[in-house]
């Protein structure tokens, strides 16, 4: 069966830095599009970035762009988000999803806290 499991959570100060892994299992992971969705305390959930089968990225959150990265490995079936320049209206859970092209369900993962604090 289909398995996201989100790693790289944790505590962190404003302005620093972490890397969200998530290691996909259970399906043909090249033939998904992988993203990168959150949800803060008392707000609804929001994508944060998407990355293509192709690989082409994008950033759904304005308020994240120029600071958040999306990447994938397709042969070790990893999705990556690099989150740099970290503010406290970043804390959130962050959740790894896989979407195949041409399909509409949408798998998630268990997700990982993220908190930014000093």
């Known amino acids: 069966q289909v398995q996201l499991v989100e790693s790289g959570g944790g505590l962190v100060q404003p302005g620093g830095s972490l890397r969200l892994s998530c290691a996909a299992s259970g399906f043909t992971f090249s033939v998904y599009a992988m993203s990168w969705y959150r949800q803060a305390p008392g707000k609804e959930r929001e994508s944060v970035a998407t990355i293509t089968v192709a690989g082409f990225s994008t950033i759904d959150l304005d308020s994240v762009k120029g600071r958040f990265t999306i990447s994938r490995d397709n042969a070790k079936n990893m999705v990556y988000l690099q989150m740099n320049s970290l503010k406290p209206e970043d804390t959130a859970v962050y959740y790894c999803?896989?979407?195949?092209?041409?399909?509409?369900?949408?798998?998630w993962g268990q997700g990982t806290q993220v908190t930014v604090s000093s």
């Open positions: 999803t896989a979407v195949r092209a041409g399909f509409l369900k949408r798998y």
